[in-house]
Structure formats: structure tokens, C-alpha cells
């Protein structure tokens, strides 16, 4: 698992004009080329009555599946320009389908390529990124008398307080990146004079806006 990577936030869409056609862009995230390839049917069977629907996705921890479609625009003028906008901004996991209505004016392969770019851009902006944060939950059990302490230290610092359970001694779970569970340990120890138990807990990933 990635200890950190950039994806889409949510799924959206994002219209813009260029030279009397309309893209619109649909974006997705997607953890596989199957899921990819169903949103991109279920668009062309939406709209269907549309010029074209242009596609592109990036999947895998390390970009394994790239797929870029034209369908029916100029070779290399509509799917590669997509997948090159997913490229630069080292998305992973997205899939990018742009619908376009013919607006009477060509454009040129030039041209093309440009709005195609563009409105996946503009419509990954619209949606929004977010970066991806592998995390280990740590527990870490001490006695009622450090609970203070220890709360307001974790407020101030780089960790992320997950939830406190009140038991017979008190529990605290806390968001640890993975790299940092060593420091993150010693610290602890040091914190309580060596009076806490601290446990890893499972591996989540945590997301925060770009």
C-alpha cells in the first residue's frame, strides 16, 4: 500500500464551451478497469445522442492500467490529452469520460487536443482532489490520572486524535502515519515515564482536501 497518493475526491461532472460544442467532463474515482469500463458504457448509454465520449483512466498503486479512448475524434486528439492532464497531477485510480456535442465549428487536431485537456482539467478542479494518507491506529491504554495530559499533548501535536474509550484504565486510539509509529511510540513512553501500553491497530487511509 502507497504510504501516501493523490486521487479525486468524489464523483462529479463540469461543463465548459469552446467554439459553440459543449465537454462535459465525468469524473470518477475507480479501483478497477472494470468499475472504469461500466461508468464509461453508462455514460455513452446516457448520452448517447452526443458527438463523442472521450475516456481515459489511471489505475494501480504504481499506474499499472492507462487506457485512453478517442472514440471517433482524430487519432490521439481527445483520450491521450485526458490521460496526460491525469498524469501530470499524478492522479491515481480516476477515470475521466469527456461528452462532447458538436457545435458546428472544427477545431483541428490542435484544437482538439486543447479542449479535450482542458475540460478534464477543469473538471477535475470542480470536483476536487484530495491526498491520501495511509494510516496505523494506535492504541494506547494508560491510567485515568495521565488522561489530560496526554489528550492536550495530542491536540498540539503532528497526530490525529481518533476517539477516546473511557474503561477500566482509559484508552486512546490515535492516527499514526505509518513511517512514524517508532517516534510515535517513544514519544508515548516518554510522555507517561513508561507507564503506557501502546498497541497497533490497523491500516486506514486518511483523506485531506488538496
Known amino acids: 500500500m502507497l504510504p501516501r497518493y493523490h486521487t479525486v475526491k468524489k464523483t462529479g461532472e463540469h461543463e465548459i464551451i469552446i467554439q459553440k460544442s459543449r465537454f462535459i467532463a465525468h469524473i470518477k474515482r475507480t479501483e478497477s478497469e472494470g468499475e472504469a469500463q ?24 504504481h499506474d499499472q492500467i492507462q487506457k485512453a479512448n478517442d472514440d471517433g475524434e482524430p487519432s490521439g486528439t481527445a483520450g491521450v490529452p485526458i490521460l496526460e492532464v491525469l498524469k ?20 483541428g487536431a490542435g484544437g482538439l487536443i486543447r479542449a479535450y485537456g482542458k475540460a478534464a482539467s477543469e473538471g477535475l478542479d470542480a ?15 494508560i491510567d485515568y490520572s495521565w488522561l489530560g495530559k496526554i489528550e492536550n ?9 481518533k476517539g477516546i474509550q473511557y474503561q477500566e484504565n482509559v484508552e486512546i486510539e490515535v492516527f499514526v502515519e505509518e513511517e512514524m509509529q517508532q517516534v510515535f511510540t517513544e514519544w508515548m513512553i516518554e510522555l507517561t515515564n513508561g507507564q503506557a501500553e501502546i498497541t497497533a491497530g490497523e491500516v486506514t487511509y486518511l483523506e485531506s482536501d488538496m
Not at 453508462?42 to 494501480?60: E, F, M, P, Q
Not at 501530470?88 to 477545431?107: A, E, M, Q
Request: charged content about 30%.
Open 38 to 61: 461500466e461508468f464509461i458504457q453508462t455514460l455513452k448509454k446516457k448520452y448517447w445522442d452526443a458527438s463523442h465520449n472521450c475516456s481515459a483512466y489511471l489505475i494501480g498503486e
Open 88 to 107: 501530470k497531477r499524478k492522479l491515481k485510480d480516476t477515470v475521466v469520460v469527456v461528452t462532447r456535442y458538436f457545435g458546428g465549428i472544427k477545431l
Open 127 to 141: 470536483v476536487g482532489i484530495v491526498e491520501r494518507i495511509l494510516m496505523r491506529v494506535c492504541h494506547v491504554k
Open 153 to 161: 499533548e495530542l491536540r498540539s501535536s503532528i497526530y490525529i486524535l
